[in-house]
């Protein structure tokens, strides 16, 4: 992969995000990679190596992690909540800052895209209702080392008083992160995880506070962002959407949904995080093959209602990444598969290089190969 001759300058001019300064606008983001020590989902030193080599990075947002043992949905990815977890994102965090890197822990939270075998106890996923995901799978460990991808369980509704639980693990979980040593935290609200099926038509049916309305279904995304907010500051705080306008039938790990009204879904959630006055938003566009970019009246009405900084992503081109900026649509780009297999992805943008092509058999699980072992451009 090698990107047309365009003029990459504007990618390379610095920006201010919250507190920080950052060198360029080419931002490395969540990619699970299940890559963590067992047992406990513990953080290692091959993914502090990980890191490091992508550092280069204007900005970089860790892989999902779980606030908390039920937020799990996929075989050995990280977790913040546990003690030995934290000591392990020290030598991530280290690692990028030695490199000059900025890093924020991205917080994560299934819902009811899990399976008992995950869970505490082997009990039931929970999730704003009790309806069960479909369209979508979850990753099992069958013996040590060896997985399988499988349907998700049958969660259980969260009581109101549960709900109210889940929010202060948001806060611990963000207090968690700053032990660690990261710059921030970015909330995962996106791709049909909790946040999202808090906030979707098609996954709330509750009766309470948090549902009915799209004021309500909007109520859990607004006080977690405050009670992180009042953990890190909104200033080193960012969320993360995937607001779809239409689906595929490409068999996915994950997705997210499509609402009646998705235009004022987001735009209303998007003044949640203006008035919060939170640091960024980060938008994940569509990325099957042939994937639609997103209404234009959509692009102009999130940067007409939020005034931080916007990350886009979702197969982004460096010519679309360009484009979107010179609209004045977004600041930042991010880009998932080209980073995964370029740890010097920057530098190659800069110089128009050859891209290195991501091995998707080497995408989940498993050791340094198609993980660390990705080379830098050799001239």
């Not at 610095?14 to 890559?35: A, Y």
């Not at 995950?118 to 460990?141: C, M, R, T």
Request: aromatic share 10%.
């Amino acid at each position: 992969m090698k990107s047309e001759l365009v003029n990459t300058a504007p990618l390379f001019s610095s920006i201010e995000l919250g507190p920080f300064t950052l060198k360029n606008r080419i931002v490395m983001p969540p990619l699970t990679r299940s890559r963590s020590t067992q047992p406990g989902n513990i953080p290692n030193e091959l993914m502090a190596e990980y890191y490091a080599q992508r550092a280069s990075a204007g900005f970089m947002v860790t892989e999902g992690t779980q606030i908390e043992p039920r937020g799990q949905g996929y075989a050995w990815t990280p977790g913040i909540h546990s003690q030995a977890q934290i000591e392990g994102w020290k030598k991530v965090t280290h690692a990028v800052h030695a490199k000059g890197g900025v890093i924020f822990a991205q917080l994560w939270h299934v819902g009811r895209v899990s399976h008992t075998t995950l869970q505490p106890n082997s009990g039931k996923p929970v999730g704003p209702s009790d309806i069960i995901a479909d369209n979508v799978k979850v990753f099992i460990e069958t013996a040590p080392g060896e997985g399988a991808l499988a349907d998700p369980s049958e969660p259980r509704a969260l009581t109101t008083t549960e709900v109210g639980e889940l929010v202060n693990m948001y806060a611990q979980a963000a207090r968690n992160a700053l032990e660690a040593g990261f710059d921030g935290v970015e909330l995962h609200c996106a791709n049909g995880y909790l946040v999202n099926q808090f906030i979707s038509e098609h996954t709330n049916n509750r009766d309470d506070q948090y549902g009915g309305t799209l004021s309500n279904r909007l109520r859990f995304l607004k006080e977690i962002v405050e009670a992180v907010s009042d953990v890190v500051d909104s200033d080193r705080l960012g969320v993360r959407f995937a607001p779809l306008f239409e689906s595929t039938d490409e068999t996915r790990v994950y997705l997210g949904l499509v609402e009646s009204n998705p235009h004022h879904t987001y735009v209303q959630a998007v003044k949640v995080l203006e008035q919060a006055g939170i640091a960024y938003l980060s938008i994940a566009e569509a990325d099957w093959e042939n994937a639609p970019d997103l209404p234009q009246e959509f692009y102009k009405a999130v940067r007409a209602e939020f005034s931080g900084r916007i990350i886009y992503a979702g197969k982004y081109t460096v010519e679309k990444a360009v484009r979107i900026l010179g609209e004045g649509y977004g600041d930042l780009f991010a880009f998932g598969r080209p980073f995964i297999a370029n740890p010097d992805l920057p530098e190659r943008i800069a110089n128009n290089w050859t891209f290195n092509e991501a091995d998707a058999a080497t995408m989940y699980g498993g050791t340094e190969v198609g993980y660390s072992d990705y080379p830098f451009y050799q001239k």
